[in-house]
């Protein structure tokens, strides 16, 4: 039934072809012209919500371009899991290959800069990906300032990634049309998914049915569509079938939620695992002022109340909180 475990791989495997994402494909290898011609590096965003595949596009035109421009350097950093600047600077230094005699916990960061801004006889094309979660943004501004380095931006919202910069950061960063993804509509996860059954289960596994049938439960998420195929025919080997059948599906979808649910906890940092567990540990729905004493009942050096609702609003794109209401009306409730 599965031939392949690794095409189900939502965070690491990158399809032989991306699907209805020309426009957003070429608007990002036309945003990479200059650097690969002339070695010159600006920046591209990108932004969508969650599952609407920017790492997979990303990842994408990263593999287009050791093909097309081997010469270029590239590197991929998901700043959800490398989010210390030391941490940043190491992935930094590794992509032009003069990390290895490194020990990340002594080194200092105008060192780990120097060795980046001084790789430059080649461009160097970076994507932080998640990059919200980047501790410190300054670091941005030293990205910038480095003539061969083109960064690629990933985050879920254009607002929330800018209000966190200064201005002067900002004017900067903003030049240029930043590519934004939308949810996929079903016929769209259809085709993804088509694929991606071709490419890691038996011919036969699946129907267009079966698979338009997951599309619609997954609402627009390609995530949450590539992780219901994958259970799904967990679900139907578990029988001895080798196909996928309605009631395999409906088992399926609830623990592929719950599979992407853990992954995104385990990618939790400390203070945003503390306040989630604090949120779970409130009687429903609670306000900010409430949440936050919790919290702080928690940790000795706690986030300022900044920080924690952009904690908030991140846990609510992963589907983690749900938030109602506006302003300081807000309230919070685990999910
Ligand atoms: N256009 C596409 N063609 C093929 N697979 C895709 C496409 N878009 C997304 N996927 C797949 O869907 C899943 C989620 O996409 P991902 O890029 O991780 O979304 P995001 O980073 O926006 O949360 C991944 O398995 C990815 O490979
Ligand atoms: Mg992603």
Sequence with gaps: MILDRGVFDVETFVPSDLVHRDGPLDALSASLEPVVRHGTGRQTHIFGPSGAGKTCLARYCLKQLREEAPHVRRQYINCWEHFATTAILYQLAAGVGTAADIRPDTVSHDELLRRVRDADEYAYVVVLDEVDQIEEPQLLYQLYRMAHVHTIYIANEEHAFFTRLDERLTSRLRSGEPITLDRYSRDELVSILERRAEAGLETGATT?????????????????????????????????????????????????????????????????????????????????????????????????????????????QYNLVAIEGEKSGRRYLAR
Excluded: N, W
């Design 208 to 316: 267009e049915a079966i698979l338009t049938e997951i599309a619609q439960l997954a609402t627009g998420d390609a995530r949450v569509a590539v992780e219901t195929l994958f259970q799904a025919a967990r679900k139907a080997r578990a029988r001895g079938s080798g196909t996928i059948e309605q009631r395999d599906i409906e088992d399926a979808e609830p623990v592929a939620r719950s599979e992407l649910r853990q992954k995104t906890l385990s990618q939790l940092t400390r203070h945003q695992r503390l306040l989630y567990e604090a949120l779970c540990d409130a009687p429903g729905e609670t306000g900010m002022g409430d949440l936050e004493q919790r919290y702080r009942e928690r940790v000795e050096q706690p986030k300022s109340t900044k920080t924690l609702r952009r904690y908030l609003q991140k846990l609510a």
